[in-house]
């Protein structure tokens, strides 16, 4: 999924939490092209449903109506797979440590210490 459908979703739920003082934030994304309009629609669409610049708010159960056909639309063209998710959400595992005291990993049968230990890399 691009990165401006995630930005969508976000200034989404922005809008309905009616998070004011993110506004300029949704601006800027909006004006760097950074938000999907498929699914909360435009900037002044998100003006709206943010009540910036609004007089009257009689319309916006038809805008909302419409962002809930664009979100419908959206999740049939764009259906959740679970497992890509999971396949990129892997743990990374760090190499077992080499410690002062152990034998050098380079096979040189000294111990790290006096072997890579003070030179801080292996050859």
Not at 32 to 53: C, M, P, S, T
Request: proline share 4%; with cysteine.
């Amino acid at each position: 999924m691009r990165k401006s459908y995630i930005n969508g979703f976000l200034v989404s739920a922005l809008s309905d939490l009616g998070a004011l003082e993110s506004f300029e934030v949704v601006r800027e994304a909006y004006e760097q092209n950074h938000v999907a309009l498929n699914i909360l629609g435009d900037l002044r669409d998100a003006e709206y449903y943010f009540k910036i610049g609004a007089k009257d708010y009689e319309g916006i159960d038809t805008f909302r109506e419409a962002r809930r056909n664009r979100l419908h639309t959206l999740s049939e063209s764009h259906p959740f797979e679970p497992t890509q998710i999971i396949e990129k959400s892997r743990p990374i595992v760090a190499a077992p440590k080499v410690g002062r005291n152990d034998l050098c990993p380079c096979g040189s049968g000294k111990k790290y210490k006096k072997c890579h230990g003070s030179a801080g890399t292996l050859h």
